[in-house]
C-alpha cells in the first residue's frame, strides 16, 4: 500500500500539482487518480478543496494568469505594462498550452475577467477614449490569445510529430518560393522572412502595432 501524506493538503499544493501533470501530458493525463498518486493522499482530501476535473483546471489556469497579471506593475508606465502582459501570456501558454484552451473553454471564468480587467484598466490610463474602448480591450485580448493559441498549437504539432521548426518553415518557405510571383506576389516576398523570423519578436511586433493604432484614437 503506497504511504499515504502526513501533512496537510491544501487547495494550492492540489493546483500545483494538477499543473504539473497537465504539464507533462495534457489533459487527458489529469485524473482524480493519477492527482491522489502524485499526492500521496486520497480522493476526499481532494474533493474537500475542489469538486470536480473543470473546477480544478479552472484554479490551476486561474494561478498561471494571476502570475502575468501581477507583473504589469500598475504604477508603471501603462504602455510598457501592456506589452509586459502581452508578451507574459504569449509566454505563459507557450509553456501551459492547456491554459489557452481553458481560457476559451470557459470564459466566465476569473482568469479571462482578470486579463480583461488589466487590459482594459491599462487602456483607460493611456487616455483611450470611452467609444472606443471595447473595441480596443477585446480586439488586443483576442489578438493576444488567439495569437498565444495558435504558436502552442503549432508547437504541439511539431512536437508530436518530432519535426524540427527549423526545418518545417524551411520546407514551407521553400515552397512558397516556388509560387508564381504574379499571383501571389507578397506571399513570394515573404518566403524569405518565413524561414527566419521569430515567433515571439513577431507577436510582440504585432503588440507594437496595435498599440501604435491605438495611440492615434486619443
Do not use: C
Not at 508606465?77 to 481560457?103: C, K, M, N, Y
Amino acid at each position: 500500500m503506497a504511504k499515504r501524506r502526513a501533512d496537510g493538503l491544501s487547495k494550492e499544493v492540489i493546483v500545483q500539482a494538477a499543473a504539473a501533470i497537465l504539464d507533462d501530458g495534457g489533459e487527458a493525463a489529469l485524473t482524480f487518480r493519477a492527482l491522489t498518486a502524485r499526492l500521496s493522499t486520497g480522493y476526499g482530501a481532494i474533493y474537500h478543496h475542489v469538486a470536480n476535473k473543470s473546477d480544478l483546471l479552472a484554479a490551476a489556469t486561474d494561478a498561471v494568469i494571476a502570475r502575468v497579471v501581477d507583473d504589469a506593475v500598475a504604477e508603471g508606465e501603462p504602455r510598457e505594462a501592456l506589452r509586459t502582459v502581452s508578451l507574459g501570456l504569449f509566454d505563459a501558454i507557450d509553456a501551459h498550452p492547456w491554459v489557452g484552451a481553458q481560457l476559451s473553454r470557459e470564459p466566465w471564468r476569473p482568469a479571462l475577467l482578470e486579463i480583461y480587467e488589466r487590459i482594459g484598466g491599462l487602456l483607460v490610463a493611456l487616455d483611450v477614449p470611452e467609444q472606443a474602448l471595447f473595441d480596443a480591450a477585446g480586439a488586443l485580448v483576442n489578438y493576444v490569445l488567439g495569437v498565444a493559441g495558435q504558436n502552442a498549437a503549432n508547437a504541439r504539432l511539431l512536437a508530436a510529430g518530432e519535426a524540427d521548426r527549423s526545418a518545417f518553415l524551411g520546407d514551407v518557405a521553400a515552397q512558397w518560393a516556388a509560387l508564381d510571383p504574379e499571383k501571389y506576389p507578397f506571399v513570394h516576398r515573404a518566403a524569405t522572412r518565413l524561414r527566419e523570423h521569430d515567433d515571439r519578436e513577431q507577436f510582440l511586433a504585432g503588440v507594437d502595432i496595435f498599440l501604435a493604432g491605438i495611440a492615434t484614437l486619443r
